[in-house]
């Protein structure tokens, strides 16, 4: 099984910060990657998608890049509703579709 | 619009059963593999099982395989996970997801989840 190791797992910033999160995969996934965004009591919402393609819909500030075992999401200036978690989760072959453990990201 | 409803969650004893179902509508399913996600409550995400199109192609979560079984009726639009010899780890909300087109394990639309917990 593909291992997904992402990191920080809590992450304290501000209103305006740059932030990015890193997801590295235990051998290569291409970029068959995707970041997902859940907010308390909810379901996740797909961000980003094959590692840098953005899903409609999804505030520009909001970029993805990255292949073969190594992978970043950059918000470009934090806004209020951004603080929630992160997950990537990588797709490259039928099962299992792994996610990496997540990201707090919280308010300083 | 997408949408999918999960329901049939509950209080089940350890070995016992459940069966999942979800809803959708919105969009074609019968075009679009569909997943089971589950999350423990403040964990994190992890992939549970997924099945084709046509119902003929299914995967599954190491953990869940022989216990578990995904299916589908596509005359019903419904997505369905029957859960047997359940165990105290397999506690967590079940999420519902529909697969992109071409694009098997990646999952762009989310039911809002049902609860299943196994405790005596």
Redesign the interface.
Known sequence: ?IQMTQSPSTLSASVGDRVTITCRASQSINR?L?W?Q?KPG?????LI?EASRL?SGVPSRFSGSGSGTEFTLTISSLQPDDFAAY?C?Q?NN?????????TKLEIK | EVQLVESGGGLVQPGGSLRLSCAASGFIFSKHWMSWVRQVPGKGLEWVANIREDGNEEYYLDSVRGRFTISRDNAKNSLYLQMNSLRAEDRAVYYCARDRAYNYGLSDYWGQGTLVTVSS
């Open positions: 099984d068959w995707a997902y859940q909810k379901a996740p919402k797909l998608y899903e997950y989760q797709y039928h099962s299992p579709y792994t996610f990496g453990q997540g």
